[in-house]
């Protein structure tokens, strides 16, 4: 009897825990909603309920909208003084695909800037540089190859979806084994990049050599390889143009080249180079024999890493000191150009 008597006692007590416990629940959740009702009526915010239920909500006369990407941040490396350089067209384009993107401008001579820039050897401005976040990014997972991770940071080469360059940091070097006409010292130097079987730089290079000699001394020329994958013989050509410097003869057979680009690029293997060669009277003998060698491929090869290192993709791409040409121009624009850099 004693033993029923308890155990009723606690059924009784059981009870109002539980009804206590469901006012008080109740009570939470009346608040909560309470809460929500404020926050949304006057602006203030959402509460996390609400956030996570819904991917869009609309408050204060603006509308919010839920992502699955983290929050990505971005260093904008750019230069105030260079017009050319404003990042804004891009960030616009970079929003569009991350829409959760906060970019942060820094100015090209901060000492971040500078660290930044020697990390992943930057050579162009405006530059972009990722905060680890990217990488679980749905765009990251669709544009890795355009990534470039160092330290948990990430460099994003806007160059290889289409962006000019604004500003280049750096200029390509001129060493031992290049193709250099003119004087050290030179006033100006023009590096170009080319493709003897590119048609616009068959035009393009006799404009330029024409042009350059009518400043004698004040001029330095040279011309590095850049043969492109679609173009058959442009690499058999490119170690032709080099066999031909050996001997000292690059631009009678630079020019030969060019004038019978037809003929040459309807064919296969190196014979008709190494025609050419005898018809010019070089020495045949070591003509053919460095062309069998494949003697300058690792130089061509180097030519085209530095051109890529530089953004340059196509042919011609110029530099008049440190003014950047893509693709061809006139004679008229190319003068305008070597007359305004001496007469700095």
């Not at 948990?152 to 290889?160: E, H, I, N, V």
């Not at 035009?203 to 000699?213: A, G, M, N, R, S």
């Amino acid at each position: 009897m004693e033993i029923f008597e308890t155990g009723a006692s606690s059924g009784k007590k059981k009870e109002q825990n539980l009804l206590a416990l469901s006012v008080l629940l109740g009570g939470l959740f009346v608040g909560s909603l309470f809460v929500d009702f404020v926050q949304l009526a006057t602006g203030q915010g959402f509460s996390s309920r609400v956030a996570k239920n819904f991917n869009v909500l609309e408050t204060a006369g603006k509308t919010w909208v839920g992502y699955s990407d983290p929050k990505i941040s971005v260093d904008v490396i750019s230069d105030d003084t260079c017009e050319t350089c404003n990042p804004d067209e891009a960030l616009v384009w970079l929003r569009r695909v991350i829409p959760t993107l906060e970019a942060t401008k820094i100015d090209v001579n901060d000492n971040k800037s500078k660290a930044l820039i020697d990390r992943f050897n930057i050579t162009t401005l405006p530059a972009f540089i990722f905060s680890d976040s990217v990488s679980q990014s749905s765009f990251y997972a669709q544009a890795e190859s355009l990534f470039r991770e160092n330290n948990r940071s990430y460099f994003f080469d806007m160059t290889k979806i289409g962006l000019e360059p604004g500003k280049y940091l750096s200029l390509p070097s001129v060493g031992e084994g290049d193709i250099v006409s003119g004087k050290d010292d030179a006033k100006v130097t023009i590096i170009e990049y080319s493709d003897f079987e590119c048609e616009f730089c068959k035009t393009f290079h006799k404009d330029l050599t024409d042009l350059v000699k009518s400043y004698g001394d004040d001029i330095r020329l040279v011309y590095k390889n850049l043969p492109l994958s679609f173009h058959v013989q442009a690499e058999n050509a490119a170690l032709a143009g080099y066999c031909a410097n050996e001997q000292g003869k690059f631009a009678p057979y630079a020019d030969y080249l060019y004038s019978r680009q037809n003929e040459w690029s309807k064919t296969t293997g190196t014979q008709k180079f190494k025609d050419y060669a005898w018809w010019l009277r070089l020495n045949g003998r070591q003509f053919s024999a460095c062309m069998d060698k494949e003697k300058y491929k690792d130089k061509i090869a180097d030519d085209s890493n530095e051109a890529g290192n530089f953004s340059i993709q196509g042919t011609p791409g110029t530099f008049i000191n440190s003014t950047f040409l893509s693709g061809a121009v006139t004679k008229e624009e190319l003068k305008d150009i070597i007359d305004r850099e001496l007469a700095k």
